[in-house]
């Protein structure tokens, strides 16, 4: 019962955040004005990015490793192709930890199911550099494909473009 007290006010939430995009991103063309073909899907995504952003910004490493698949495939522009998680999570530990902020573009967020797979989400997120405050920060545009294991979602290829 606990759980629902928990869950239900935070879905009723991200139902009113997903339906009340008024707010867009400059220059960011989005789908917030049509509703998803899959609410559930679409929610369930969004509070997994929820919970995997939440752990990055407060470098909860462990939290972060169980939400990555063993295959993961970490594709930066900047960076280049990643595919061993143990150093993706070392150099966000390295590099992100304390360091950096992410917070998600309101009203980005695309989410489409992958058949007997999972599901991919598409969007804006901003990176704020807390060593340089007054460093602007634009959104980049993430694509990250989720795969459903075992009834536990976790990242399975993700691309961060910046």
Not at 30 to 46: C, F, G, K, W
Not at 84 to 103: A, D, F, P
Request: aromatic letters at 12%; charged letters at 20%.
């Amino acid at each position: 019962m606990r759980i629902l007290h928990i869950t239900l006010p935070f879905l009723i939430f991200m139902t009113s955040l997903f339906f009340s995009c008024q707010q867009q991103t400059p220059g960011i063309q989005t789908q917030s004005d049509a509703a998803p073909d899959d609410l559930d899907l679409y929610l369930t995504i969004l509070n997994k990015d929820l919970e995997y952003f939440t752990a990055y910004n407060n470098c909860d490493m462990e939290k972060q490793a169980a939400m990555y698949t063993e295959d993961v495939e970490f594709y930066h522009d900047q960076g280049g192709l990643n595919t061993s998680k143990t150093e993706i999570l070392q150099m966000i530990k390295e590099n992100i930890c304390g360091k950096v902020q992410r917070t998600l573009v309101e009203g980005s967020v695309e989410v489409y199911p992958i058949k007997g797979y999972g599901a991919v989400e598409v969007g804006y997120h901003t990176f704020f550099n807390n060593e340089e405050p007054d460093a602007p920060a634009k959104p980049s545009k993430f694509i990250t494909i989720w795969r459903l294991e075992e009834n536990q979602w976790k990242m399975a290829r993700v691309v961060s473009l910046h």
